[in-house]
């Protein structure tokens, strides 16, 4: 478990799946996300199995903050293609329950998140992908440090348009100073 203030990391477990499935089946959650048909939950315990599969620190993150005595699950993040030798990794993150965006949620999770990659796992380099058309994500990510290296042009289309997408990093040594 990895602890902040009002809100947690924790494993996934399989429980988790039926809230995962009502945020990815919701086109304002999915609407900066590479996600473009309806799925199942069949589809995502599939998912599931092949998540259980591969290395533990490429597993998804569930994110909860504080409801009274307990928890509540707003979302979740994880890492893909962790390369050990150049020590990088690439991000994701989903709030998927609206009614918590815009609280500050988003940047605490990821900030305890980048702080476990880089002074546990021992990363260099964190990057992810965000399109230009996510206002609230760009400046989360800014907030936590991350900068906009180049951009993927007209690399996504949606909505019958094409859509830039930015290439944002952070690095082990910024981040000690951040
Ligand atoms: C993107 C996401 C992770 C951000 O999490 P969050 O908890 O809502 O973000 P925070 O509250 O920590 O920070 C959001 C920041 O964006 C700002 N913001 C929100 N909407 C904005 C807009 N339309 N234009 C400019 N800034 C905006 C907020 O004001 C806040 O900045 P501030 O603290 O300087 O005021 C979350 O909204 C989400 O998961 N969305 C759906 C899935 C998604 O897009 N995932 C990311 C894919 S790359």
């Not at 900066?32 to 995502?44: G, V």
């Given at each position: 478990m990895i602890v902040g203030k009002n809100l947690r990391l924790r494993a996934l477990e399989k429980k988790d799946l039926p809230k995962f499935v009502e945020?990815?089946?919701?086109?304002?959650?999915?609407?900066?996300?590479?996600?473009?048909?309806?799925?199942?939950?069949?589809?995502?315990?599939?998912?599931?199995?092949?998540?259980m599969k591969s290395p533990m620190f490429e597993r998804p993150l569930?994110?909860?903050?504080?409801?009274?005595?307990?928890?509540?699950?707003?979302?979740?993040?994880?890492?893909?293609?962790?390369?050990?030798?150049?020590?990088?990794?690439?991000?994701?993150?989903?709030?998927?329950?609206?009614?918590?965006?815009g609280k500050g949620y988003g940047t605490q999770a990821m900030r305890l998140y980048m702080d476990h990659l880089f002074n546990q796992l021992n990363l260099h380099r964190v990057s992810l992908l965000v399109y230009e058309t996510n206002p609230a994500g760009i400046r989360c990510y800014e907030k936590v440090g991350f900068k906009h290296e180049g951009t993927l042009r007209e690399a996504i289309f949606k909505h019958g348009r094409y859509i830039n997408v930015y290439v944002m990093s952070v690095l082990s040594t910024e981040w000690k100073k951040h």
């Open positions: 945020w990815l089946n919701d086109p304002e959650v999915t609407e900066n996300l590479l996600i473009n048909h309806p799925f199942s939950l069949d589809s995502e315990e599939q998912w599931y199995e092949g998540v569930c994110i909860e903050v504080r409801e009274g005595e307990g928890w509540k699950l707003i979302g979740n993040l994880s890492i893909m293609d962790i390369n050990w030798q150049y020590r990088n990794a690439e991000m994701g993150i989903v709030i998927g329950d609206k009614t918590e965006w």
